[in-house]
């Protein structure tokens, strides 16, 4: 539709505007790009008049978003005749005598440039005026820098796609074209295209149909989307957003900003890209994690469970052996035999501490609600050798009912209460157990006067087989890991605060509310 009729249907102000902007976006665009070309910027001449019509253009422009601004109610359009007719005449005398004097080469734009000045000219005569459709075929052009991006500029005007994809070309894009929407969804289908620059208005698919196709394709949803418009209408900005359009461009345009946002537009789109492959890469380095740690635990659980069974034969072999031999054993072969049995006796804790550290990360938890202080009692039953052989006082406050698991529960306050009494000091042993509640969990602290840890192995003592006061205290070295990881799995934490010779506080937190 040609300016003069789109003007005369235009029910409102945008509609007039987008009608005279296209031309000016030619004229702006062209001019732009002759003077940054060769065979026009060595011509002094040649260069004042692209840069009057340039001037004279955004002079157009200017009188157009005033006499047309959003705020009028009906178009001004006779003032805005009036006022654009002095640079549209100059426009006129300029190109005239720039085609008189430029060499073939670049005759093709300005004769561009012409057919948009001439409708202009049109518009302000009120003249029936003729459409713009330029046919020639975008070429490649000579000056390309680096490609940074294969490009589809979607475009229904066939001189705006050419303008577009010949600007596009010169910042060193790689630049493919289309004249409507199902050319260009083709397009997408057989070709890998890093953005895509869309025209809003065209007649069959319009471009928010085109968006809509490409954003609901799970293949080409991820490309970025820039709309194109002579229309700045807020309302059309903000739909083409909300249907998941990068950016929105108002035309004519500033080459410079152009270029400026559709890097920045796919610089977030290769960040984005970046980012959805990290995190497909995490997710599959999880899932190899859980796999392998599931597989470590079955492995540690079968092979444990194996050894169990031989080192008890070794065991009572080994009793049996000595009881058999008793008078015939001199000193040396009897303690020979002791050292056997007590590092066999060794072995089958190790073993047996292993299977049940490998279980806590195995079997399937009992989650319900559980009274702390009947696991205190259950706990306390289990260690009356260790509390008697030492002495040793335990005060528990009164402790809550917490969702849990109770055989997991009794090995956490049993390592701790047991390590307690282990890593005594010269004094009598002196142990308490209390919690309180703070915000969602239960915070639980097994304190001690026993000997103490240095604040730098705080992190470490967690770590299986461990052992930092292994010469003179037995051991494996997997008690507190097992605690570690009873609490984590409960949903908990676990920490350590002490000084060496004054005592030893293990805390732990444990939801009062189990996770879903
Ligand atoms: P184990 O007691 O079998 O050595 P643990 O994993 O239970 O293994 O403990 C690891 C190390 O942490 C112990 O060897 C000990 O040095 C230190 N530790 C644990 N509990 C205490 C405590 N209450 N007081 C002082 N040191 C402790």
């Not at 229904?156 to 070309?169: G, H, I, S, T, Y």
């Not at 620059?197 to 949803?221: A, C, F, Q, T, Y």
Request: aromatic residues 6%; negative net charge.
């Amino acid at each position: 539709m040609d300016v003069r009729s789109e003007i005369s249907v235009a029910t409102n102000l945008g509609d007039l505007r987008h009608a005279l902007r296209t031309p000016l976006n030619h004229i702006l665009g062209y001019s732009e790009m002759l003077l940054e070309e060769e065979g026009i910027s060595s011509s002094e001449e040649a260069t004042r008049l692209l840069t009057a019509i340039r001037a004279d253009a955004q002079v157009i422009l200017s009188s157009l978003e005033v006499r047309l601004s959003p705020g009028h109610n009906t178009p001004d359009v006779d003032r805005l005749r009036a006022d654009i007719h002095t640079p549209v005449l100059q426009m006129v005398a300029s190109i005239a005598s720039l085609i008189q004097s430029s060499k073939v080469n670049v005759l093709t734009d300005l004769f561009r440039i012409s057919t948009a000045v001439g409708e202009l000219l049109s518009f302000v005569q009120g003249d029936n005026l003729s459409p713009v459709r330029p046919t020639a075929a975008f070429k490649s052009p000579a000056r390309r820098v680096t490609v940074s991006g294969h490009l589809l500029v979607v475009d229904d005007n066939e001189a705006n796609l050419e303008m577009m994809a010949r600007q596009l070309a010169r910042e060193g894009f790689s630049v493919e074209t289309a004249i409507d929407g199902k050319t260009a969804l083709s397009k997408l289908d057989h070709d890998h295209f890093n953005l895509v620059l869309l025209d809003v208005v065209m007649p069959g698919l319009s471009g928010l149909e085109v968006l809509d196709k490409i954003k609901s394709n799970d293949n080409l949803r991820n490309v970025p989307v820039v709309m194109v418009s002579a229309s700045d209408e807020l309302e059309s900005v903000g739909t083409c957003i909300e249907h998941g359009a990068e950016d929105y461009f108002t035309k004519p345009f500033q080459p410079a900003l152009l270029r400026a946002r559709i890097f920045a537009t796919l610089e977030r789109s290769r960040l984005q890209d970046q980012e959805r492959q990290r995190s497909r890469e995490m997710e599959q380095i999880s899932r190899e994690l859980k796999r392998s740690n599931e597989e470590l635990n079955r492995f540690a659980y079968a092979a444990s469970h194996d050894l169990q069974s031989p080192l008890r034969t070794v065991v009572s072999y080994l009793q049996l052996l000595a009881r058999k031999l008793d008078k015939d054993l001199d000193e040396q072969a009897r303690e020979m035999l002791d050292l056997a049995v007590g590092a066999s006796r060794h072995m089958s804790e190790l073993i047996q501490n292993l299977l049940s550290y490998s279980q806590v990360g195995t079997q399937a938890q009992k989650l319900e609600p559980i009274s702390c202080d009947a696991v205190m009692e259950e706990t306390l039953r289990h260690l009356e050798g260790p509390i008697c052989d030492n002495d040793a006082i335990v005060r528990s406050g009164p402790l809550p009912t917490i969702i849990g698991d109770r055989v997991l529960l009794v090995q956490l306050f049993q390592n701790l209460i047991g390590n307690a009494i282990k890593y005594r000091s010269e004094e009598r042993p002196a142990i308490s157990i209390s919690a309180d509640q703070e915000d969602d969990c239960w915070h639980f602290v097994v304190r001690d006067n026993g000997m103490g840890i240095d604040p730098k192995y705080f992190d470490r003592v967690f770590d299986i087989f461990y052992r930092l006061h292994g010469a003179d205290r037995p051991g494996t070295g997997i008690g507190l890991a097992i605690c570690q990881r009873v609490v984590n799995r409960l949903g908990g934490r676990i920490w350590v605060e002490s000084q060496v010779g004054t005592g030893s506080a293990f805390h732990f937190s444990l939801p009062s509310e189990p996770a879903h």
